[in-house]
């Protein structure tokens, strides 16, 4: 969450969801798909002493970094870790509004995230059982006196206790953090690829993904979306589950405690992990997260997000399917033959544009049957 108001916007959910491998639930809903915590391993997990969030700045990256991408790469975790990030930026150029298309609203974002610079990127690890692995705060290069900005949000982060001389004299290159990123098991479509979790991600998704490139983002939402799965291929909103409220709010109510400053990179992030175990992590006993070692179908129907609804690229579709975790893999649910199919083509290594397709052909036969 980067400045004031920003946690009251509607979050977003991708085409690509790592808890979509469930079934439908009431109203087009899907229930998640994560790993199963008692209540005593819960806690355990988040009073440890690791709870503590690490500064990095570009005198102490490569150490840093190697920690990161270590405790991501234990052995035993074979359906990927949880990383919960957030992303820290300078305001907005221009207001995006509330309502109104969703081509419309990302064109907003676009404009937004290809002219300013993030000021710190946060992230909170934890492995599939929900034990933390570690908390860091990537303090990026930033100048107040020469890049873009909206004045309001730069004093509200001040205020929140960013240092912003310090961010211009000892910040590291964002485009460097991005390029370590994008090559690293971080990302990309792998048997242990990360769920990446956010609360209210639609920016912070997009200053991920303009650093994982170091391009500005895609001209359309469909194409964002389909380069964003080719990095980030399983990925969880918490607005889904929780549509009203701020995420200190919603701390607060199911009794959480904020570590670190709010407003800051890192201790967001491991706000948003902490929630995570909680509210959805903790849903569905004898479960673990990337159980069918893939993402996962948007479900139909509104929520919380403005991008939802299928995508302009089509859905990507579970590897569950084909190995029976989804209705759809025996044809009697959503997906039928198709879905089953499209699983098969990415398990097969035939990629993404052909699991694309294959979506692609699904949701007009699912159009065909609704006519």
């Known amino acids: 969450s980067s400045q004031c108001g920003r946690e009251s916007q509607k979050g977003w959910?991708?085409?690509?969801?790592?808890?979509?491998?469930?079934?439908?639930?009431?109203?087009?809903?899907?229930?998640?798909?994560?790993?199963?915590?008692?209540?005593?391993?819960?806690?355990?997990?988040?009073?440890?002493?690791?709870?503590?969030?690490?500064?990095?700045?570009?005198?102490?990256?490569?150490?840093?970094?190697?920690?990161?991408?270590?405790?991501?790469?234990?052995?035993?975790?074979?359906?990927?870790?949880?990383?919960a990030f957030d992303v820290e930026f300078p305001g907005f150029l221009r207001q995006e509004p509330r309502t109104g298309a969703r081509a419309v609203r990302y064109q907003v974002l676009r404009e937004n995230v290809d002219r300013l610079r993030p000021i710190q990127l946060g992230v909170a690890l934890a492995g599939s059982d929900g034990t933390l692995r570690g908390v860091w705060s990537f303090n990026l290069r930033f100048d107040v006196d020469v890049d873009l900005h909206s004045a309001k949000s730069v004093a509200f982060l001040r205020a929140a206790g960013l240092d912003f001389p310090r961010h211009a004299a000892?910040?590291?290159?964002?485009?460097?953090?991005?390029?370590?990123?994008?090559?690293?098991?971080?990302?990309?479509?792998?048997?242990?690829?990360?769920?990446?979790?956010?609360?209210?991600?639609s920016y912070d998704f997009g200053y991920l993904l303009r650093m994982l490139t170091s391009e500005k983002l895609p001209q359309s939402f469909g194409c964002f979306d389909v380069r964003l799965s080719n990095f980030c291929p399983k990925r969880h909103e918490l607005r889904d589950e929780l549509p009203h409220g701020s995420l200190d709010s919603l701390a607060r109510k199911h009794g959480l405690q904020r570590r670190g400053l709010a407003h800051t990179a890192g201790s967001d992030a491991l706000l948003t992990l902490e929630l995570f175990l909680l509210i959805v992590a903790s849903k569905?006993?004898?479960?673990?997260?990337?159980?069918?070692?893939?993402?996962?179908?948007?479900?139909?129907?509104?929520?919380?997000?403005?991008?939802?609804?299928?995508?302009?690229?089509?859905?990507?579709?579970?590897?569950?399917?084909?190995?029976?975790?989804?209705d759809g893999a025996g044809g009697g649910g959503r997906g039928g033959g198709l879905e089953a199919a499209a699983a098969a083509a990415f398990a097969a290594g035939r990629g993404l544009e052909a699991c694309l397709k294959l979506s692609e052909q699904h949701q007009h036969q699912q159009q065909q049957q609704q006519q």
């Open 13 to 83: 959910r991708c085409g690509v969801d790592c808890s979509r491998a469930g079934r439908a639930g009431p109203g087009g809903t899907v229930e998640a798909m994560a790993p199963a915590l008692a209540p005593s391993l819960q806690a355990a997990a988040l009073s440890e002493a690791g709870c503590e969030v690490h500064d990095v700045w570009a005198w102490n990256l490569d150490e840093a970094f190697d920690a990161l991408v270590a405790s991501a790469s234990d052995e035993a975790d074979a359906g990927g870790v949880i990383l």
């Open 284 to 326: 569905c006993p004898g479960q673990v997260l990337g159980n069918a070692g893939g993402a996962a179908t948007g479900a139909e129907g509104d929520n919380a997000c403005w991008w939802n609804g299928g995508g302009e690229a089509g859905d990507i579709i579970s590897a569950s399917a084909l190995l029976g975790g989804d």
């Open 170 to 201: 000892e910040g590291l290159d964002a485009e460097e953090l991005g390029h370590r990123l994008a090559t690293s098991k971080l990302v990309g479509w792998h048997a242990r690829a990360p769920c990446w979790v956010t609360f209210s991600g």
